[in-house]
């Protein structure tokens, strides 16, 4: 799925995943007035993939935003997953899960038929042993995992930038176990099925992972709400332009509320125009 991944990147030459992170107050009045909320959920992520389909490779559904409308809540995760793959695009499960032996296997069911999730968020803190399910699903499924390394949130250094007995730092520790535990799961195209998230927000420590991970895809997550700008990822990419995907929520899901405009009628297209403003400020930085 990596290949995949990198192939739709390259095709449609925007390294852009758009996150299906929708709350209450960005979903049009129209929607909320015609369907309950869960539903309205799944009706306003079809309108931004039925926009923006042709244009990236990848959307990324949060499950926290799901889960928290209980079992309709997660109908709706399950509507959206599959809507987008029907349209073609990649889907990363943002489940940000870790745990250990059989919990783990079963958190791991997002990348089976179960879910149909193509790659999934990890959390390493419990180890490689927390890990280990999720591989094996990876080199059975051809599927895809990004561990989380340094994340976007200020907080990130609390615990990640905490120096170790052996000179490195948490998350440079973490980097390490990761490119480890992808060795085996190598692409064809020069990376590993097990990939990093790696914030935006933080360029110095993007740069200097990517040097210390080569053949490591990133998810970078923290691009424009959050700070992070296209000129600050030059680093985050390889020598050819590759080599990460870049995240963008609220910037291209609520646009239709940020630009005068557009109206609740034009969500698709003020998603759709975000989307082509990203890939341009991201063109310029690969270039």
Known sequence: MIDILISKIESLQAP??????PTAPMLPARLTAEHTLPDALFAFNREIIDAVHDLVPAVKPQIAMYEQYGVAGMQAYAQTVQYAKSKGLVVIADIKRGDIAGTAAAYASHLTDTWGADFATINPYLGGDSIEPFTQVCRAQDKGIFVLVKTSNPGSGDLQDMPLANGLVVYEHIAE?????????????????????????????????????????????GYG??????????????????????????????????????????????????????????????A
């Open 16 to 21: 852009i995943v758009v996150g299906l992170d």
């Open 225 to 286: 709400a959050q700070g992070g700008t296209g000129a600050a990822l030059r680093g985050f990419f390889d020598e050819n332009g590759q080599g990460c995907i870049v995240n963008s929520s609220r910037g291209i899901i609520a646009a239709w509320q940020a630009d005068v405009r557009f109206g609740e009628n034009n969500v698709g297209d003020a998603a759709r125009e975000a989307v082509f403003a990203m890939k341009k400020d991201l063109a310029s930085c690969i």
């Open 177 to 221: 176990l990761v490119r480890t535990w992808g060795a085996e799961l190598m692409g064809e195209r020069g990376y590993s099925r097990v990939g990093a998230v790696v914030g935006a927000t933080y360029p110095a420590q993007g740069e200097a992972l990517r040097k210390r991970m080569p053949n490591t895809f990133f998810l970078v997550p």
